[in-house]
């Protein structure tokens, strides 16, 4: 049986939205800039997808900038406000629970010369608005957090922060990529500023991003060029891409409650018949979560190992040990709850999508405790972290 | 990713657990990753004729350990030392680049293993 259950990676192409974006593939190739019907049919596409992704998030369309990816649209916000608030003070919050695509212009920032501060959250990965209070300085410009954290799946109080930051003047910027088209997102009710957000996390094709930019919210573009997206972001438009990020969000908003419902319920079972396993640790938030994501760390064993050894089922996961990582370091994220690294080393997520199945889930509780028995029955620590130290010169104890 | 030699020691490792009777016993810490292997061997007139090991890391790492454990088998301990993680590495027809510091895992376990022995020999 092969279930995907790597949905925060990816998400399948959406057939619908497959058929809205062939014609911009084929006959419908013109530059929206085109004065001739060509051109105009594609500006025409472009403005319809741009007021279905605002109909989803609530904004207008206007407020709506195509980018070419959440990375990309994570780049923009964060050095985008920046720039074009530095006199007024150079001083950035971002949180650990944050995207690379946030943290690493974070630290190009700092080379910069500005400052940035690093807001840890809580051992469910949970920020509490108070120390974004803390943190702030008379020289805060900025303030980033993560929507939700595709890590652990918890979900962050971004409407407290975005007032916290509105009462002081601060811009507040969202990253939205693994809530919008899995939960109800209203960026007038969040209050944010900017929201990034990218159309293949709701089954939307890969190449098309968003960034949500509050009526009269100033900004310097991080792509100069042509007076594409109304000067913001330069470059001939990507249509047939942009053309089915409108078609996903279009379909996503009619169908949110009944995939989230969907996507609950297979996370619950799984998330039931997983605990039942010993010495397996539930990570992120219980409750305040993304419906469709279910995370864990697996004790005395290590990421890639299950992972691979599920995909050898047809099970397709992620996780965020240190070896499964390019850099071959523990999850940041997991870390920054407090998470040792011996035991992050076992971290393993599944987040779920409108095709996964009942049956996918009972079949994956058939086979995941085996695999997890057969990987701790060639582990040294099997029966424990006992002894830890005398091998690994670089695990700390518990 | 991986190449068919290393799936078929991580899927199906070969002399896996532990050996209570063992006359060396050699454990290594990845400092790189943070994975550690350990590894035990019965020697026998300067032969290694039998070794077991467990492994906390990746499937590299697994694999590697499998894959040493059948090498040293029947080797005396000279040769033994002379298995490199290069050598590790190449019976398993290759590793990616950032998976070759797996492989010094099990050759510097095996060569602490050894050590342990000869320094328990030493005693007696
Ligand atoms: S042992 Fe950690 S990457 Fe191989």
Redesign the pocket.
Known sequence: MECYFDHVATNPLREEVLEAMMPFLREEFGNPLSVYPLGIKAREAIENARAQVAGLINSKPSEIVFTSSGAEANNFALRGIALARQYEGKHVIVTRMEHHSILNPARFLEKLGFTVTYVNPDKYGFIDPDSIKKAITDETILISVIHASPEVGTIEPVKEIAQIAKERNITFHTDGVATVGNIPVDVKDLGVDLMSMAAHQFYGPKGAGALYIREGQRIIPLIFGGIQEGGRRAGTENVPAIVGMGKAAEITKEELHRKMEHVKKLRDRLVDGVMKIDNVHFTGHPENRLPGHASFCVEFI?GEGMLLMLSAKGIYAASGS??TSKA?KASPVLLSMGIPSHVAHGSIVFSFGLENTMEQIEYTLEEFPQIIKRLRELSPYAKGWEGLEEGGTCIQKK | MYTKEVMDHFMNPRNVGEMPDADGIGVEG?PV?G?VMKLFIKVKDDRIVDAKFQTF??G??IAVSSMITEMVKGKTLDEALEISKEKVAEALGGLPPQ?M??SN?GADALRKAIEDYKSKKRQN
């Open positions: 290590e240190a070896c071959l | 990845n990753c994975d890391g990746c590299a790492a998976k510091h797996c895992l």
